[in-house]
């Protein structure tokens, strides 16, 4: 990982925290407090305060995480941290309590619909939506604690339910990866809009794999 001074160009390299190497790093996010969280492959998950002092998580430490392989983090404005661990589902940390985990049920109703857990969205109502491998995307609803999952049976425009990336556009509309392609959905609704590619010669592609979205310039994306 590097350390990047933007004011004086100036960099450093870190390759490892608390002793432990870092190897290869799989996702990096920010919370409201300034804080960096680091995932890894193999390693678990690091925090880097402002102060320079650092914590790790990892599935060795009791009442920690769920495996030591990170898929994604996203802190939401409240200041927790969402993570999808491996196969494993999510593990929820609220700064001052201890974990909440999340994983699929298939005995019981409005639970995750599948562990492989890619990415985090927050919507206006605070919503997380959740991007998953083969389960769609999951909305959990922070008062009644439940996913209502959003699959191809029940929106039949999404293009595939193994689903890669997803941000928003706005408040209201986001963009949804897929490995089979991808969409435009309205958040409030969930009705979709087809996102088609053409070639610089007018042609119509097939519907790509999306590994991530990156907002450009001009209200372009880097895909």
């Not at 969402?82 to 196969?87: N, P």
């Not at 492989?116 to 491998?133: G, L, M, S, Y």
């Not at 699959?151 to 556009?169: L, Q």
């Not at 408040?171 to 409030?188: H, Q």
């Amino acid at each position: 990982m590097v350390d990047w001074n933007n004011t004086s160009g100036n960099y450093s390299l870190i390759k490892e925290i608390l002793g432990v190497p870092l190897g290869k790093i799989t996702c990096l996010a920010e919370d409201k407090d300034g804080q960096v969280w680091i995932g890894t492959e193999e390693h678990g998950l690091f925090m880097l305060g402002l102060d320079k002092t650092a914590k790790r998580l990892s599935v060795e430490k009791e009442n920690e995480i769920n495996g030591n392989k990170i898929n994604t983090i996203f802190c939401d404005k409240s200041g927790i941290v969402w993570i999808g661990v491996a196969t494993n589902g999510i593990d929820q940390l609220i700064p001052g309590k201890r974990f909440n985990r999340f994983s699929q049920n298939r005995n019981l109703p409005n639970t995750l619909s599948n562990n492989i857990v890619r990415c985090f969205i927050e919507d206006k109502d605070k919503n997380i939506w959740i991007a998953t491998q083969g389960g769609g995307i999951n909305i959990f609803n922070r008062e009644s604690q439940q996913f209502l999952s959003l699959t191809r049976k029940n929106v039949p425009g999404i293009p595939f339910d193994f689903i890669r990336y997803m941000v928003k556009e706005d408040d209201e509309t986001a963009l949804i990866g897929t490995e089979k392609g991808m969409c435009r959905i309205k958040m409030s609704s969930h009705n979709t809009t087809p996102i088609n590619f053409i070639s610089v010669s007018g042609e119509t592609l097939p519907p790509p794999y999306i590994e991530q979205i990156i907002p450009y310039q001009n209200g372009s994306w880097l895909i």
